[in-house]
DNA sequence: CGCCATTATTTGCATTTACAAATAACAGCG
DNA sequence: CGCTGTTATTTGTAAATGCAAATAATGGCG
């Protein structure tokens, strides 16, 4: 166990790479991808989401994710929508299809949830999630002052 | 609050995003980038790894980790040697360029491990390590069967 | 020794990604 | 109402990525 196993970006990167890989290849055969998968799930959580809400809660930059939605649209998963209320934002919407697609997901996604946490007890599995959040939370805090100038 | 801020993955992704993209943002003006920086610290840990040994501790696709090799070759950070014991082997060192460099990175490095965990007290910090190690192993116990068939 | 299955790395190639610039529409103010 | 600065999204373009195939070398075994 060298230095790497004792810093925490490294343990973070290390355990949701592997995660991510292996649930690519999971969903490969349902014609879906990791990113599709992150775009469904924020959907499903909330349908109509702006393209920039999307990119904030899925962490796919904005540019990226027009192209990927492009591909979505065009599977028919996904529909655009000009927002009614301010027409530079563009809603997304899953479509029947996209939910159907969804549905499948799921499952495979909560059998993630558990085998990751494998070994966990409640209290325990609580206590990474809320770690998690904190992380985010303090870097999130060294990056806004950015926006904050002026 | 949605489904989504309970679900590990997501948040696990979310965490390891905001950190990488912060870090890289920071870097990218003394000429590096986050994955050159994983592989300088990994010969920082043991110089002389192999290729394979680099993908396996950075979590970079070996034909990735290829090509961005030949890139901090070019910029000579670090050098290629054929294994002598095997000659199907790489291994991978830094150069004097190169371990100037990695002294750079690894203030900027640490001070990330502090922002990331601030607020954490010393044994909140090592239960989240040791929690992130226990998610990487039990995802990797899912993935190691397929190794062992035959 | 020579063959064969296995392992380590690289290469081919199509896709994904990200930064920066461009476009489109808003909001406030003269 | 028509500027002006800001916000939301897309597009241009070059680089990074990853799967699969190719290459190179090993080890075991007849």
């Known amino acids: ?31 879906a991808t990791l990113q599709t998968w992150r775009v469904l799930a924020a959907l499903h959580e909330r349908d109509g989401r702006r393209m920039g809400d999307l990119s904030e809660t899925t962490s796919i930059e904005v540019s990226t994710l027009t192209r990927l939605v492009d591909g979505m649209e065009k599977k028919g998963l996904v529909s655009r929508r000009r927002d009614a209320a301010d027409a530079r934002a563009v809603t997304l919407h899953a479509t029947p299809a996209g939910r159907r697609l969804t549905q499948r997901l799921l499952p495979i996604a909560e059998r993630y949830e558990t085998v990751a946490l494998a070994g966990f007890n409640a209290v325990e599995a609580k206590a990474v999630k809320a770690a998690l959040r904190r992380l985010y939370a303090n870097i999130d805090a060294l990056e806004k002052p950015h926006r904050l100038r002026g």
Do not use: K
Not at 11 to 26: C, P, Q, V, Y
């Open 1 to 31: 166990m060298g230095p790497l196993d004792g810093y925490l970006p490294y343990l973070l990167n290390r355990a949701g790479s592997r995660i991510a890989t292996a649930f690519s290849e999971e969903v490969r055969p349902l014609g």
